[in-house]
């Protein structure tokens, strides 16, 4: 069965630190994996990783893909109040438009 | 400004009854779906869309209903079948082809009186 486990499934921290959120898959005919920001409302798009696209960066934001350990990684450097929010993982396939969804990890930031 | 509109922000649905919720995108994009999200949950689809006409059970279809008339629109209906319709409602569409990147509207919260 074709899954996607997110971990921690939640995480406090105090402003200024670093975070590493974790996401690991099993999808048949994987070809991206997905980051989104859920803040109250709608998730917003962070980065998609393909086998030809293993790593990007935005600002203090930063994701790998690991193709071997069937895995992703999110890296929030310098964390800051407004990076609280929950963050979403997923995989899509090759072959049609579907995303199959971690359960989020929830990042609550401490001034 | 494109993007996704979702109407209503805010439903309550009264037993027995259906209530529809809107989806509404000017981003010409051919797939469009329904999540549903409960808290402490990811996104567990109710049904998609990758063509006008044309429409596909998710995970969780049981209980809603929908429609694409138009390449634009995609309305769920949440029948009076679904015994537990209280959560946070996602309309999502994608341009498909090689990308697999959705794009959000901002939720309809329903809940039950």
């Known amino acids: 069965e074709d899954k996607v486990v997110q971990s921690p499934l939640s995480l406090v921290v105090h402003e200024g630190d670093t975070v590493t959120l974790n996401c690991s898959y099993e999808?048949?005919?994987?070809?991206?994996l997905l980051w989104y920001k859920q803040e109250k409302k709608a998730p917003t798009f962070l980065f998609m990783l393909?086998?030809s696209g293993i790593e990007k960066k935005s600002g203090r934001l930063s994701s790998i893909l690991d193709k071997k350990e069937l895995s992703s990684i999110l890296n929030i450097t310098a964390t800051q109040t407004g990076d609280s929010a929950i963050y979403l993982c997923?995989?899509?396939?090759?072959?049609?438009?579907?995303?199959?969804w971690g359960a989020g990890t929830k990042l609550i930031i401490k001034p | 400004d494109g993007g996704i509109t979702q109407s209503p922000k805010y439903l309550f649905r009264k037993e027995g009854q259906n209530v529809t919720l809107s989806c509404e995108q000017n981003l010409n994009h051919d797939a469009m779906y329904w999540y549903r999200q409960d808290p402490g949950q990811g996104l567990r689809l109710i049904y998609y869309?990758?063509?006008?006409?044309?429409?596909q059970k998710g995970d969780i279809a049981e209980g809603y209903s929908v429609s694409r008339e138009k390449k634009e629109s995609f309305p769920l209906t949440v029948t009076s079948a679904q015994k537990n319709p209280t959560a946070f409602y996602l309309c999502a569409s994608s341009p498909g082809g090689t990308s697999n990147i959705q794009y959000f509207g901002a939720g309809t919260r329903l809940s039950v009186l």
């Open positions: 869309s990758q063509i006008v006409n044309d429409f």
């Open positions: 999808v048949t005919n994987f070809r991206s």
């Open positions: 997923a995989a899509g396939w090759d072959s049609n438009y579907q995303l199959i």
């Open positions: 393909t086998s």
